[in-house]
């Protein structure tokens, strides 16, 4: 009885071991493993890159596990740049819909209807999307604009952030002595802190 516990304890090692062995191998080649990622391009005829290497503007690409960045160019659009991650070999989706910023685009929008008005409702959606994560973040923005005794409350893209489409400021403008202290008051009055807003002041 005695022989045969030390037995029973190498038997239960080895066997832990084998399962330290398969599962950690099962993640490590998961984590590695390639996904596969859609796009789908409006225009259609965009120039797309993936890391800098060329791509098909619609269709699918395997890509590595890890940050990768897309890149949409064509001539008469904004130029858009998107950053994805990849992991375990999860599937992933993106919609390169660029915008027309000049006459090329103008005319390719006029000449190709239907994808612009997709285009249109991407940026509705993307625009709608967004307004619902501010107004999480930033609860004041349920009370604006607000007109208030000597001051009036807005609020616009933020002025220490700039280039953040999620991130704002909240604009006062003065119109008596008092209205500093009144848009403070009217501030703290709803629970919010203002050391934590981005406040910009002006005067009129």
Known sequence: MDEERPRLWLLSGVVVVILVVLIG???AFRGGAESKLTVKSIPNDLTLTIDGQPIAANGEVKIKA????????????????????A????????KMY???????????????????LEAEAEAGRKYDEIQRRLAAKYPVM????????????????SRSDPNNPEAISLKIRTYAPEG??????????????PATLDIVWTTS
């Open 25 to 27: 191998g099962y993640l």
């Open 180 to 193: 500093r202290t009144k848009a403070l008051e009217w501030i703290e009055g709803h629970g919010y802190d």
């Open 98 to 116: 660029l915008y027309a910023n000049g006459p090329a685009g103008r005319s390719w929008v006029q000449n190709n209807p239907d994808q612009a």
């Open 66 to 85: 890890g940050q990768h960045t897309l890149k949409g160019e064509r001539d008469g659009f904004e130029t858009y740049t998107q950053t994805v991650t």
């Open 87 to 94: 992991k375990g070999g999860d599937p992933l989706s993106v």
């Open 142 to 157: 349920r009370e604006l604009p607000y007109v208030g005794p000597g001051f009036k409350a807005t609020y616009g893209s």
